[in-house]
C-alpha cells in the first residue's frame, strides 16, 4: 500500500504543554497548555495533518505516577484539543526509564514513529516532528522525517509557518 499521508508529530511536556515548575507532569492541575499550541495544532489539522503525541514518561518505571494517570492526563488534554477543534490520531508513550530498564521504545529510538508509518500509512517526506529535546530531533532523524527543535514552553508559530508553506 502506498503512504500517501502527511504527519506531525509532537513531544508533549515542554513542547505541547508547559513543565515549568515540574520535571513530571501527570496531574490535571499542572497541565498548562504552551502559548498558541492550540491555534498551531489547529492550523496543521485544518491543512489535512494527522496530528501524532510522542512523549516519554520515565515517571512511570520510576514509580512516580501510573499508566492511568498518564491516560488520565492524556484524557483530559485530548478534550481541551477537541473542544478547538484539533484531533490528535494517536498518543504513543514510553512508560520505561532507562535508569531502572532498557527497552526499545523510549526516545530518542525511532520505535513509536516508525510504528505509526506502518500502521497510518505516512508518508515520511511528508512527516515532521516538533520537541524541546535534543532526543526529538535524533528520534525524528532516525526514522527518517523532519525533526524540528523548539525553545522549551514557547510559541512555535514559526515552524508551523515553514511546515505549511
Given at each position: 500500500?502506498?503512504s ?15 513543565d ?13 497548555f504552551?502559548p ?23 515517571g ?56 505509526a ?23 525524528a ?5 523532519i525533526?524540528y ?17
Amino acid at each position: 500500500m502506498e503512504s500517501t499521508h502527511k504527519a506531525v508529530f509532537f513531544d508533549r511536556d515542554g513542547t505541547i504543554n508547559s513543565d515549568i515548575g515540574h520535571y513530571y507532569v501527570y496531574k490535571e492541575e499542572d497541565f498548562v497548555f504552551n502559548p498558541k499550541v492550540i491555534e498551531n495544532m489547529k492550523r496543521l489539522y485544518d491543512a489535512g495533518y494527522i496530528l501524532f503525541v510522542v512523549t516519554n514518561q520515565g515517571g512511570v518505571a520510576k514509580g512516580l505516577y501510573s499508566c492511568d494517570d498518564v491516560e488520565k492526563l492524556h484524557s483530559f488534554m485530548l478534550g481541551k484539543l477537541s473542544d478547538a477543534g484539533v484531533y490528535i490520531k494517536d498518543i504513543f508513550y514510553c512508560p520505561h526509564h532507562e535508569s531502572v530498564k532498557k527497552c526499545e521504545c523510549r526516545k530518542p529510538s525511532p520505535y513509536f514513529i516508525n510504528k505509526a508509518v506502518e500502521d497510518y500509512q505516512l508518508d515520511r517526506n511528508n512527516c515532521y516532528f516538533i520537541g524541546d529535546g535534543d532526543r526529538d530531533i535524533q528520534a525524528a532523524e532516525a526514522a527518517g522525517i523532519i525533526g524540528y527543535k523548539i525553545e522549551k514552553n514557547t510559541d512555535f508559530s514559526y515552524i508551523i509557518d515553514k511546515i505549511l508553506k
